[in-house]
T-cell receptor, first 114, second 115 residues
């Protein structure tokens, strides 16, 4: 069964450094998402991406965040200058055009900022 | 704006007992409702969804949920739980806002099944 994959599974970085989290969505999906979950808190929406542009973003998704689909398979989240409060589990998700809301999630990348 | 409330942060239950996990939502537009499950150190897996039609929806692993528009609720139930059902359960809502149909999650309910 096709699945969303994410790399790395765990990333440790120092405050102020740039990180890139990578995701490979399911191949025939057209909508892509990033969510994050701070330890012990709920899953929060960051950004949605369709047709090579951001379709919606949350207040969390400020100028230090960016997303990109550099080729036909990868979907990346870049944090330019990490802060301690960026430490969280980051989930990528994708869906087909017709399946409203039925998003398939990857296993997540745990980002630890020290 | 949409929001989801899961009043129970933890629900302990004995194996083979029934369980209900509560979810209430608020939204200014028509909504689609979902329950996701997160097993330890794993991602989120869709349990079931309500898009339209019958208010009683059945999902995987023997779970079901009932959409109640008047009470703005979407409670998850299972008549007999197993040890393997121990996990975190998230209720989520998505509204057709013309954007990316983001999911708004509740804070989650930790279901702990005991022998």
């Amino acid at each position: 069964e096709p699945e969303v994959t994410q790399t790395p599974s765990h990333q440790v970085t120092q405050m102020g450094q740039e990180v890139i989290l990578r995701c490979v969505p399911i191949s025939n999906h057209l909508y892509f998402y990033w969510y994050r979950q701070i330890l012990g808190q709920k899953v929060e929406f960051l950004v949605s991406f369709y047709n090579n542009e951001i379709s919606e973003k949350s207040e969390i998704f400020d100028d230090q965040f960016s997303v990109e689909r550099p080729d036909g398979s990868n979907f990346t989240l870049k944090i330019r200058s990490t802060k301690l409060e960026d430490s969280a589990m980051y989930f990528c998700a994708s869906r087909t055009a017709g399946a409203i809301g039925e998003q398939y999630f990857g296993p997540g990348t745990r980002l630890t900022v020290t | 704006a949409q929001s989801v409330t899961q009043l129970d942060s933890q629900v302990p239950v004995f194996e083979e007992a029934p369980v209900e996990l509560r979810c209430n939502y608020s939204s200014s537009v028509s909504v689609y409702l979902f329950w996701y499950v997160q097993y330890p150190n794993q991602g989120l897996q869709l349990l079931l969804k309500y898009l339209s039609g019958s208010t009683l929806v059945k999902g995987i692993n023997g779970f079901e949920a009932e959409f109640n528009k008047s009470q703005t609720s979407f409670h998850l139930r299972k008549p007999s739980v197993h040890i393997r059902d121990t996990a975190e359960y998230f209720c989520a809502v998505s509204g057709f806002t013309g954007g990316g149909n983001k999911l708004t999650f509740g804070t989650g309910t930790q279901l702990k099944v005991e022998l």
